[in-house]
């Protein structure tokens, strides 16, 4: 049945997709000033907006990749690898979702100036900090001992 080879060709290579361009935007200087002052304000909540169109564009992307998946479904021999990538593409959207939510969170932080400080102590939280992970909401103190907590509680 050479049908078949020809169409599973064409599934493989919807699974080659566009994620290389996603994480290679580069970051403006942070700028200087009074930390958490309005230069800077103004420079995380851009930086949040633009991380979170990146990620809606994403999402788009992975929702039309379920879409096909499961509206796409012609040999029976191919549905294992299927159902498998499926599940990588629905675990894909579920982080996305995730971040969402932590980056609403984190302009509604912006909007009320508690941005940038730590929701346990009160401390800065730092700005090479916030520039790697944009919506931390510890500072590292407060970070590794909530880690720890965990550990311990686990077991
Ligand atoms: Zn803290």
Not at 5 to 15: F, H, I, K, L, P
Not at 42 to 47: E, T
Not at 89 to 104: F, G, H, P
Not at 112 to 132: M, N, S
């Amino acid at each position: 049945m050479p049908q078949k080879a020809s169409a599973r060709q064409g599934a493989d290579r919807t699974v080659d997709r566009e994620a290389s361009r996603v994480s290679s935007s580069i970051q403006p200087p942070l700028p200087s000033g009074a930390y958490m002052g309005a230069a800077q304000r103004v420079y995380f909540r851009r930086a949040l907006l633009e991380w979170s169109a990146r990620l809606e564009s994403q999402a788009t992307t992975t929702m039309r990749h379920i879409q096909h998946e499961t509206s796409n479904c012609p040999d029976d021999t191919d549905r294992a690898t299927r159902e498998e990538e499926l599940g990588i593409e629905l675990r894909a959207r579920d982080r996305e979702r995730k971040l969402q939510r932590k980056i609403e969170w984190s302009l509604e932080l912006l909007e009320r100036g508690d941005y940038g400080h730590c929701v346990d102590c009160g401390e800065e939280i730092g700005l090479k900090r916030l520039q790697a992970r944009l919506t931390a909401t510890l500072c590292i103190d407060c970070k590794s001992d909530s880690e720890m907590r965990e550990r311990q509680r686990l077991g």
